[in-house]
């Protein structure tokens, strides 16, 4: 005799509606970068607070467009990432101000090692190391991945 209840599956389909649909619900939405140049104050809660009007423009709420950015960019110049829809993106990307509206894109390292990465074994001798000085006063190259 099963002694589950007759309701346990539509309990589940209820879970599932009321749990998973609203995660799911604005699915097309992608990180975008939005570079806006040269930041115009030099307090970055003004910066921010152009972002927050920049995109309260185009969701028609300032709830909406806060719920939407995921960092401001501030100090060096000004931007901010922002979960949005391709029409969003665009809309915003007419924007006076806006000079720039991509998507996110993810980059794996090729290395954290650099010696590993061009086949060099640091303690074995080597004539490109020893011409090299040993990489002594060479920067090999500089990568921000976020």
């Known amino acids: 005799m099963d002694s589950r209840s007759p309701f346990l599956p539509t309990l589940h389909l209820i879970l599932v509606l009321v749990v998973v649909l ?3 619900a604005d699915a097309s939405s992608r990180l975008y970068i939005v570079y806006m140049g040269e930041k115009k104050h030099d307090d970055p809660s003004v910066v921010t607070a152009s972002h927050h009007d920049a995109l309260t423009s185009v969701f ?4 909406e467009a806060m719920k939407s950015i ?4 501030k100090h060096g110049f000004s931007g901010f990432a922002a979960m949005l829809t391709e029409s969003q993106a665009e809309e915003l990307a007419k924007l006076p101000g806006v000079v720039s509206v991509k998507p996110n894109t993810y980059h794996k390292a090729h290395t954290t090692r650099s010696w590993d ?3 060099l074994n640091y303690y074995e001798q080597s004539n490109l190391l020893k011409k090299a000085n040993y990489g002594e006063d060479v920067i090999v190259g500089v990568i921000d991945s976020g």
């Open 117 to 119: 990465f061009l086949g």
């Open 60 to 63: 028609g709420s300032k709830d």
């Open 70 to 73: 995921v960092y401001s960019y």
């Open 22 to 24: 609203p995660i799911f």
